[in-house]
């Protein structure tokens, strides 16, 4: 089986992210080895080491809390796929301002 349709298949099994496992990390992190050291990937490749990045990048988020790490992988897959839903939401996340603080109410002055 190829490591992308692999990776696919038993990321089924982590789709609640707040208990990540990893399942499908060493064969999204073998799809790039492999097809990550191409010259030249086509489009189809690109689109999968987008999309195997993006899967590391949530990694990082819910399993590892490295930002660092989920930053640098979500670039790549950016980078390699504008189109990439995972990605695109990652950056608008971090893009979107933060809820305004509500100002705490002044003490009751004692007459």
Known sequence: IEYLTHARMVDYKDRDMTKMQGYAKPYYEKYIALDGALPTPTDTQKRGLAEAYAYLGNYYVYHDKDDAKAL?????????NP????????FDSKAAPAPAATPAKPAAKKP
Do not use: M, S, V
């Open 72 to 80: 640098e992988a979500f670039t790549k897959a950016r980078d390699l």
């Open 83 to 90: 189109n990439n839903a995972q990605a695109k939401f990652y």
